[in-house]
Structure formats: C-alpha cells, structure tokens
C-alpha cells in the first residue's frame, strides 16, 4: 500500500480502516530491531541472562510509554492479544471473581461482538445482562444506563466509539453514573485510542480495552487498562507461567508490545493534526457523494467520529455497492468480525433501521494516509457503481 491509500495491488482505495489500519513505518522499524536481534530478542521470562534481561526491560519500557499516553500508572496496564481478549478479560475476570458480590452485568445493545457473545457466555453462567438499547442516531441515554443499575450490579460495559457508524458516546456522563452508583466502568476503546485523548487521571473508568492495529500498530497485541488492580483482583482467562502480574499467562511477545507502544506515541503526537485532516476528508467525502447520488447517513451526525461514516443509498444492497466497487475501493458493510455472516447489523438494527437502509448500509473508514485524491476517487467510485446497479435493475 502506498502513501496514497491505495492497495499495492490492484489500485483500490482501502477505507476499512475501522477493520484495520497499515501498520506504520515506523512501527514497522522499531518492531523489527526486536525480531532480527538488533535489540533484545530473548524471553523476557528468562531473568538469568541478559538476553532475557534486555526483553524485560523492552517491555517495561513499552508499559510505562502506554501508561504515559493513557494518564495512569504502568502497573496498571496488561497487555493481551487485542481487544477482543482484553474485553473478556475485562468482563469474565470481574464477573467470575465477584460473584458472591452480584451477578448482574448492564451494557448495550451496540456493543462490539467481543463484549455481546462474552456477555452471552456469562449469561450462560448464571449472569444475568441488561443490554440498554441507543436512541434512533446510535447515543446511549447515561439515563438509561442509570435505570438500569442495579444493588446487584458488578459491572458497566460500554463503548467510547461505535465500530460501525462512528458515533461518539456520552462516556464522561456515563462514568459519572457508574461512579455515583458504586460500580465498576468498563471501555472498549478500541476505535478511539490514538485518536481521541484519553486521560484516565480525570475520568472514572475502571477498565479500558484497546488494540494496537486500530491505529497503525501491529496485529495480535492490545492491553487492558485495570485501575487499582490489586484490589479488583480479576480472575484470569489463561494460566501457566503468570506473566503479566497472573493475569495473561505466556511468553510475551516483545516486538509486538514495542510495536503497540511506538504506535500509541506516534498516534498521540499526531492526533490533533490527524483529526483535523480526517475532517476534513470526511466533509470532503459527505458533501461531494451527496451531491452525485441520494444519500443517507446512518448515526448522529454532530457526535461521529471523521474516522468513520456509515451510509446507505435507497435501493441500493450493501453486497451489491461492495461488489461493484470492489475494483475501485475497499469499503465494509459492518463490524470485521462479524464478516461471513448474513444477518444485517446489529448496531443499526438496534438504531430502529429496516428495510432497504438497514440492508443497504456500508461503512466507509479512514486513516491519516488517505488524501483529498482518494476521497475523490471514492466518490467516483460509488457513484459509478451506484448508476450501474440501477441500469442493471431497470
């Protein structure tokens, strides 16, 4: 993939970023210092020789860098293999350790599959769940995570930035009911870190998940955020050597923790400056197609992240857009792993939508590399696409 955007093959545009995002240059160096034993390529578990010694210090130097970044302190965090472990961490680890204190879990109805098919594994359990559905522009009312708080209820669980439509959640008003109401916050963050400031110092959240290549760090690494971990005390998912103060067992993976932590820095530096480009792609993206095809935008307009832009065009069936395009950009209709099934969005179908938007929806994503050129060679694309597929149905 070139700076442009493009893909190295094939000349597409990619704007699934909210899939996953090009792992950056320099990510890319720093991981690689690690794996050809320019730096320290040893097991950071093997104390008794400085090869071992160097990894460990590799990897408590990426800690306190993502500390730095999150506002909180380095024993704090734990790294995992994504999100999707971090959020089963986050739930299954209070839950299973503090049943005796309640076993009521409240999240949404919006969630990312991580949380929803963890959550309906602890129902299996014995949980029980209340999931808050959003109002029809994909906002979760902080009332209505508050009615549904129980004396029961160990846990919160919410996310900072909706996967697929972008939406931005009310979190300060919805940490501020956990806090008032004696429970634990939970925040899958995955869409927002690097992008958007998190300051853990000056917010009441608990637990925060997110996953290095979100924004441009490797696959297969992410990390958990536990406040005051020695007093949560979670349970663990996995056993065996107790890396990672026994909550994640196993033989860390140095280059990717080096990779996460480069990623975070290099986000952060440039996030101001980064979200200031993407909003203007995105006004640039919005305006320009709304003015060749007829266009719907699915979520709340003054709260979405320019990360992401979820659309339908009436008539139009988000495998047929996809297809057409297919040649021209790389574009989603929902949530990466929820690909292979059939079933339209969950989140859009909790938003009330039916019918031809809800089976027209497609998630159009960007990241810092995209230029003014791709956002037009994107709206060429979907308005050729969209007048093919009217000529083909006439």
């Known amino acids: 993939m070139d700076r442009s955007g493009r893909l190295a093959r094939g000349g597409a545009v990619y704007l699934d970023c909210a899939a996953t995002t090009r792992t950056a240059p320099e990510v890319c160096a720093a991981m690689l210092a690690h794996l050809d034993g320019t730096k320290g390529f040893g097991n950071a578990s093997s104390g008794q020789h400085e090869t071992g010694r160097q990894a460990a210090e590799q990897i408590e130097l990426a800690r306190s860098d993502v500390a730095a970044e999150l506002r909180c302190a380095p024993e704090e965090v734990v790294f995992t293999s994504g999100a999707t472990e971090s959020i089963n961490l986050a739930l299954r680890g209070i839950a299973l350790a503090n049943a005796q204190h309640g076993r009521h879990i409240v999240t949404t ?26 109002s029809h522009d994909g906002r979760v009312d902080p009332e209505a995570i508050a009615a ?5 209820t160990l846990l919160v669980s919410v996310m900072y930035i909706n996967n697929e439509t972008g939406v931005i959640q009310p979190l300060r008003e919805i940490a ?18 690097g992008k958007f400031p998190i300051d853990l110092s000056n917010m009441a959240i608990d637990l925060l998940s997110l996953s290095a290549h979100k924004f441009h760090g490797p696959k297969g690494v992410g990390c958990l ?20 103060f026994g909550l994640r067992s196993g033989t860390l ?15 952060s530096k440039n996030r101001d400056r980064d979200r200031e480009h993407l909003s203007r792609l995105r006004e640039q993206f919005v305006s320009a197609l709304s003015d ?30 996809i297809n057409q395009c297919a040649a021209d950009i790389a574009i989603a209709s929902g949530s990466a792993c929820s ?15 039916e019918g031809d938007p809800l089976y027209g929806a497609v998630r159009v994503s960007f990241d810092r590399y995209h230029t003014s050129a791709d956002i037009d060679a994107a709206v060429g694309a979907i308005a050729r696409s969209v007048k093919r597929i009217k000529e083909m149905d006439a």
Do not use: W
């Not at 501020?176 to 870190?193: F, M």
């Not at 955020?225 to 990672?244: A, C, K, M, T, V």
């Not at 003054?302 to 857009?321: E, K, R, T």
């Open 253 to 267: 993976p140095t280059h990717q923790v080096v990779g996460l932590a480069a990623a975070l820095k290099l986000a």
């Open 292 to 321: 060749r095809v007829p266009l719907r935008i699915n979520g709340a307009v003054d709260a979405a992240s320019p990360y992401i832009v979820n659309l339908s065009v009436p008539g139009i069936s988000s495998d047929a857009l």
């Open 225 to 244: 955020f536990i406040r005051d971990r020695p007093r949560l005390r979670l349970r663990p998912l996995i056993f065996g050597g107790g890396q990672e």
């Open 148 to 152: 549904a708080v129980r004396s029961d």
């Open 176 to 193: 501020a009911v956990a806090e008032e109401r004696g429970v634990l916050l939970h925040v899958d963050a995955a869409q927002a870190a």
């Open 109 to 134: 109805q919006i969630e990312h599959k991580a949380t929803l098919a963890c959550c309906d594994a602890l129902t299996d359990e014995g949980f029980e769940v209340t999931r808050v559905p959003p």
């Open 339 to 353: 690909s292979g099934t059939v079933e339209p969005s969950h989140v859009l179908r909790a938003m009330g939508m």
